[in-house]
Structure formats: C-alpha cells, structure tokens
C-alpha cells in the first residue's frame, strides 16, 4: 500500500536559525521602542530588554530540551500532551494550545501586517486610511501564497530573508556607532532607578514590549518535524538566535538614543526612519523605509509558516477539527491550516495595533508558557527514560526563572488584557467539555 504525503526534513541548523531570527526581528522593535522607553519614561528602560532577554533565554532551555527530546510538529501541543497525560489533562491544556493558537498565531500574524501597512503610508502618505488598511488585510493572503510550497524551498527562502533582516540592524547599528553618546544614554530622570512599585511597574511594562519582540525564538520547535538533526539543530538554533537578536536590540536602542535625545524617540512613530534621515538625509531614510517593508515581510511570512504546522499536528492526533490534518497531495504541506490562519489574520487586520501586544502576551503566558514550563518539571519526573539530546543547563534554575519572570509579567504589566486571556481559557474549556463529552473523552471517559 503506497504511502501518503509526509512532513519532510529539509532544514538545517543555518536555515533553522534564519527562520528563528527572521521571526524575532521583525517588525516588532521598529514600533515599540517608543512604548518600551515611555513604559520607565528614560533611558533606565533598557534594563527592560536584559530582563526580557533573561527570561528568554531561560525559556528557551525549556524549548531546548522538550523540541529535541520530541521533534513533532506542533511544539507545545505535544509537549503538554506528554506531561500532563494523554489520556487526562494533556488533551485538555493540548486542546486549549491549539484554541488559543487559532486566535494569537492571525493576532501575530495581523500585528506584522498592519505595521507593513503603516510603514508603506510612511512613503506613499497620499494613501488614503482605507487604503493602509486594505493593504493590512491583503498581506496575509499574499503570504499564503508565497507559503503554498514544499519546505525545502521556503528554507532557501528564509537565508534569503534573513540577509534583509540583518542589514536593516547593521545599518542602524554602524551608522549610529561614531554617535554613541554616554551622556545621552546616561541622562535619566530625576529618581530613575528608586525601588517602589511605580519602578517595578515600569520594569514589567519594558519587559513585556521586550518579550513581544524577543518572541518567535521557538518557533523552530513547530516546525520539528521538517528539520535535519533536530536534536542538534533545535537547541542551537533557539540558543543562537536569543544571544544576537539581543545583543543587536541593546545595540539597536543604543543607537537611536545617541542620535535622537530619549524625550523626542518617545514621540517618534517611525524610529528608523528619523534616525536614518537625521544622519544621512531624506532618501536614505525613504530607503531604511523600504528596508523595514522588507523586514516586516520576512518576519510574518516566517510566523504563518510556523503557527501553520500546529493545528495540523494537533488533528492529525485526533485532538482538533479533521480538516486540519490534511497535507497537500503533491507538495506536502498543512495547506488547510495555511489557508485558515491566513484568511483569519487578514480579518484581524481590521483592529487596532496598539491593543494586540497585551492581548497575546497575556493569552499566551496564561494558556502555553506557564504550563509548558510547569509541565517541563512534570515529564523530567515522570519520564526519567525519555531520551534527551539536550539537557537544561543548570537544571533547574532556568526554568524557575522562567516561571517567575512570567507571572512577573502577567503581575505588573498585563492590566485588562488578562482578562482577554482568561476569556479566551474559559471559552476554550467550555468547547473542550462540550467535544469530550460527545467523544467520552477526558473527564468524560468511561472508567
């Protein structure tokens, strides 16, 4: 009996990295830098981004080790399965993974859109509103057909992308190096680093804005199961991209400081594009424009690669909707999840960009992060004899930093947006109940 169409392993650890920092650099920090130094209102802010990278890299040990002991598509979905049963609460927080995937993977996805969007007005400023926001919700579906092809193609895609990705950073960090100023990045404001809750506060805000633009060093772990090596590859793929996309942040808010005094950034919406116009005049800065086009494409043509291959793994499982489990009879490809997270996201454009970060940081940490991390604990003790390519470093400090700087996060800087988030677990357990309960799954299972 011939067999059908499969996942294939086409990645290596050059193209796995691409991806990771071609998904991490993307739009993100081009639009948040002003609310990341407005969030401590001064250039104390900057500790934002080595708590936000600490709680990265932590987390990304507990990817680390879980991605290469379980090279599946899907990630967490697997690995919440694993540690809390399969039969149990597994397949209820594994249900709820993929639940809420379907609302922040197109969150994700449109946050990038309209940013491209935003950015092109930038150079085309005769474009009318409804205009940005047609191109906003066009951009998905033109991604989707970029993405309508077999993996290894995409892989050659993403070095590619990633080149664009890197000169953008480059050409911020060179041009600002003869302009470093210590003074300018020492002028805090009276009182800056006095430790009340109003510190703290702030500290978590410019975390969060950091975590939203670190995010995506994962994103190699859904796509496992397409990866060469993956014991290898995953871990020094997530650990690789954590350690530079760091440093060219700090490099990056380094550099847009010493040109632009902190008080003017904080105003500023196109940062890049006044830093570069400031140096080197207006056309170098309509050309950093078309670069930051570049870079937005790259980065959210890599997320709806990823977060594509998660329903799929989830329903070829039998723990999500059927559809999903089909892969293209010739190309071989989640062509169905492709198409559905793309048209999603081309709604979700129609909203506001200003209101998403909380929203998915918040639905994310709540319903993925924290039981990932917790669950992580749980499989080191339940399965001894797993086989582990790669182990936590300094097991297990890593991951209770990792649970701390979470609910840190949800604790100082999520405000109303935790209630988004809890609504979308409440609505997510309620459809699971209602699906176990025609399927006499878990809790519903007869014993």
């Known amino acids: 009996m011939a067999e059908g169409p499969k996942l ?5 650890l050059v193209q796995a990295t691409a991806l990771a920092i071609t998904d991490m650099v993307g739009i993100g920090p081009y639009i948040t830098i002003p609310l990341f130094l407005a969030a401590m209102g001064g250039p104390q802010a900057m500790l934002g981004w080595l708590v936000g990278a600490l709680i990265a890299f932590c987390d990304g040990l507990v990817w680390a080790e879980l991605g290469a002991a379980m090279p599946k598509a899907g990630g967490s979905y697997n690995y919440l399965r694993e540690a809390f049963g399969p039969a149990t609460a597994g397949r209820w927080l594994s249900f709820l993974m993929v639940w809420q995937i ?11 859109s309209i940013g491209f969007a935003d950015y092109l007005h930038f150079i085309v400023p005769t474009l009318p509103p409804w205009g940005v926001h047609a191109v906003a919700a066009a951009f998905p579906l033109l991604l989707v057909v970029l993405l309508y092809r077999r993996i290894g193609a995409i892989g050659k895609i ?27 990045l020492l002028d ?37 199961e397409e990866i060469r090596d993956p014991g ?27 040109v632009i005094p902190w008080r003017e950034l904080m105003n500023t919406k196109f940062v890049a594009s006044a830093f570069i116009a400031r140096l080197e005049g207006a056309t170098a800065g309509n050309l950093m424009t078309l670069l930051l086009l570049w870079i937005a494409f790259s980065s959210v043509f890599s997320l709806l690669l990823g977060y594509s291959r998660i329903p799929y793994a989830a329903a070829v499982d039998g723990n999500f909707f ?35 970060i909380g929203s998915l940081i918040a639905t994310r940490v709540l319903i993925q992060y924290l039981p990932q991390t917790i669950g992580f604990f749980l499989l080191r003790r339940r399965s001894p004899e797993l086989a582990r390519p790669f182990r936590m470093w300094f097991y297990p400090l890593p991951g209770i930093i990792s649970i701390g700087g979470w ?41």
């Not at 379907?102 to 990038?112: K, N, R």
């Not at 430790?195 to 060093?217: Q, R």
Request: charged share 10%; net charge positive.
């Open 8 to 12: 294939r392993r086409e990645l290596g």
């Open 102 to 112: 379907v609302f922040s993977a197109p969150l994700s996805v449109a946050s990038g």
């Open 158 to 184: 993403s070095v590619v992308l990633v080149g664009g990705v890197l000169l953008g950073c480059f050409w911020i960090i060179l041009s600002g190096a003869p302009h470093l100023s210590a003074a300018r």
């Open 188 to 224: 805090f404001p009276p009182n800056a680093f006095r430790m009340n809750w109003v510190f703290f506060a702030g500290l978590g805000h410019a975390t969060l804005y950091a975590l939203y633009d670190y995010f995506g060093y994962y994103n190699v772990c859904y796509l496992a």
């Open 232 to 258: 290898r590859v995953i871990p020094r793929a997530i650990m690789f991209s954590i350690i530079a996309v760091g440093c060219l942040y700090v490099l990056m808010t380094a550099s847009f400081m010493s």
């Open 322 to 356: 059927r559809p999903f489990a089909k892969l293209h009879p010739k190309k071989e490809f989640p062509h169905v999840s492709l198409i559905t997270l793309g048209v999603l996201a081309s709604f979700f454009t129609l909203g506001g960009l200003s209101a998403v």
């Open 407 to 447: 609910i840190y996060v949800l604790v100082t800087a999520a405000g109303k947006s935790i209630v988004f988030a809890f609504a979308v677990l409440i609505v997510g357990t309620a459809a699971y109940l209602i699906r176990s309960r025609k399927r006499s799954e878990w809790p519903f299972a007869e014993k």
